[in-house]
């Protein structure tokens, strides 16, 4: 194991005695830990070819047939029992070890992004114009969390180590929000703590954060009619888009200033002289609190139905998505932290250099990083408001289990994800060494939890402290299925 080279917070210690421990667990050790070590690099190899396997599939969300029936292989060859097809989500599945208390689960993603096909090269060169590609790393996520789960699978089974183990297979987090549907299906109710990873350009414990989020497609039905001809016949949808995404830029003075509003056109009419008869926008925003976000969202459907009103339009709105924000647990996240710093990070040799100096001429001027972010282990912070920061239905786990994520330096530091420069890297080496640094501190943590009830006790009651006042609720209506074909709906 390396020794990190940025001096961190205080390292959390497990009490190295338990009181009144009847359960027959025992505490976590070095020796522990080191036998996980070694059982990740025995299995790093299959599964870092499984991980180039997905990337190869590069298959959109709730359409991620091959890479989930690899990944339920992989994991029943492990001597998991797994069940497929849950929360009617035909590629979602849950891999099973063991009996009895704690379970501890580790989530798997392995969809990809629409446009983002790439070649593992330094420059911009699709493997296929316009196919997906996996611009966020989740060949990596979905593949690491696994081999994680087969070591930790082989540990108990060693040991004798009582307990359950779950790998939960996650579809369409991009967008699709798989992991409500999940939650809603009861999936997550008698789990006692989740873990999870992310690729990034860094190694560090992600302790709540990630903005909440809500989509939709607004969708204005008008009256088509000739352009010139009789312009005062016809109900133009484009005007409502139009006359809405202006209201939406005037709204932007008067929201925080942590929240973000994104949208597209995504049908606009047919011809110049027909008066467009249907128009849509999709639109997203978040927030750093799902409470907030609701506020914001109730003013953006006025601003909707302002323009209805206008334009003498009908409109619909279809929600898509909506993911809340990460629920922090501060000690599970001081265990994750000296588990990240025990197994550090990992080097880059001679040819990786290459490769990531090559690909970090590509990004805007001062948007490289260090090198020696791959190697070193970034400080625990609390999660700030204002900083930058995506989303993920990971959230909505959170708000039902106690959850502690790790970001990984998997992609050419500087590099952020959601782009070309991220799937270069995401399929060829430095993306798999990164994903290997994940595997460990998830099994390590794992570990823990299973062999010390006193740690479990302590994150389920620092749970309950955060939920004080807070009530979980998503925007997807309570009757809505997943939306399978979320993209072309």
């Not at 003075?253 to 110049?272: L, Q």
């Not at 640094?437 to 998830?442: E, F, G, I, P, T």
Request: net charge negative; glycine share 8%; hydrophobic share 40%.
């Amino acid at each position: 194991m390396k020794n990190n080279r940025i001096l961190c917070l205080s390292a959390w210690v497990l009490s190295s005695s338990l009181v009144g421990n009847t359960s027959g667990w025992s505490q976590g050790t070095a020796s522990d830990h080191k036998q996980i070590e070694q059982l990740v690099d025995e299995n790093s190899t299959q599964y870092k070819l499984v991980s180039k396997q997905i990337w190869d599939f590069a298959e959109l969300g709730y359409h991620e047939d091959k890479s989930s029936r690899l990944l339920q292989n992989q994991l029943k060859q492990a001597g998991f029992s797994v069940q497929a097809g849950v929360a009617d989500e035909p590629t979602a599945f849950v891999a099973s070890y063991g009996q009895g208390k704690p379970i501890i689960a580790i989530l798997g993603e392995f969809d990809a992004l629409p446009g983002l096909s790439q070649a593992t090269l330094p420059d911009r060169k699709p493997v296929v114009d316009g196919a997906p590609g996996h611009g966020c790393g989740h060949n990596l996520l979905g593949s690491g969390a696994a081999l994680a789960v087969v070591a930790v699978k082989d540990f108990m089974a060693k040991n004798h180590i009582a307990g359950t183990l779950r790998y939960y297979g996650t579809p369409a987090e991009e967008g699709g929000s798989g992991k409500v549907y999940m939650v809603r299906d009861g999936l997550f109710k008698d789990v006692d703590v989740v873990l999870h990873w992310h690729p990034a350009d860094r190694n560090a414990v992600m302790n709540g954060g990630a903005l909440a989020i809500t989509s939709a497609k607004f969708t204005f039905h008008g009256v088509a009619s000739h352009a010139a001809f009789a312009p005062d016949r016809g109900r133009s949808a484009l005007d409502a888009v139009m006359l809405m995404g202006n209201g939406i830029e005037f709204m932007r003075e008067h929201v925080p200033s942590n929240t973000r509003i994104h949208y597209i056109i995504t049908k606009g009419g047919v011809a110049p002289n027909v008066v467009p008869d249907l128009s849509e926008m999709y639109l997203m925003a978040r927030s750093p609190s799902m409470t907030t976000l609701n506020g914001v969202w109730a003013r953006i459907l006025k601003v909707a139905q302002g323009a209805e009103l206008m334009t003498e339009t009908k409109l619909d709105v279809k929600i898509i998505s909506s993911d809340s924000n990460i629920i922090a647990n501060d000690v599970l996240a001081a265990a994750a932290q000296k588990n990240l710093e025990e197994v550090g990070g990992y080097q880059m040799n001679d040819q990786q250099k290459e490769f990531a100096l090559s690909l970090q001429k590509t990004l805007p001027a001062g948007g490289a990083g260090n090198l020696d972010l791959t190697h070193t282990i970034q400080p625990l912070r609390a999660a700030d408001p204002n900083s930058p920061s995506a989303s993920t239905d990971v959230g909505d786990v959170s708000w039902v289990v106690p959850t502690i994520g790790f970001v990984s330096a998997t992609f050419v530091p500087g590099v952020s994800a959601h782009t070309w420069q991220a799937a270069a890297s995401a399929g060829m080496s430095i993306g798999q060494d990164g994903m290997v640094v994940a595997s460990k501190a998830l099994a390590f943590t794992a570990v823990d939890l299973f062999k010390d009830p006193q740690l479990v006790t302590k994150v389920k009651a620092e749970f309950d402290q955060q939920l004080i006042g807070k009530k979980y609720e998503s925007a997807i209506p309570a009757n809505q299925k997943p939306l399978l074909d979320y993209r072309e709906n």
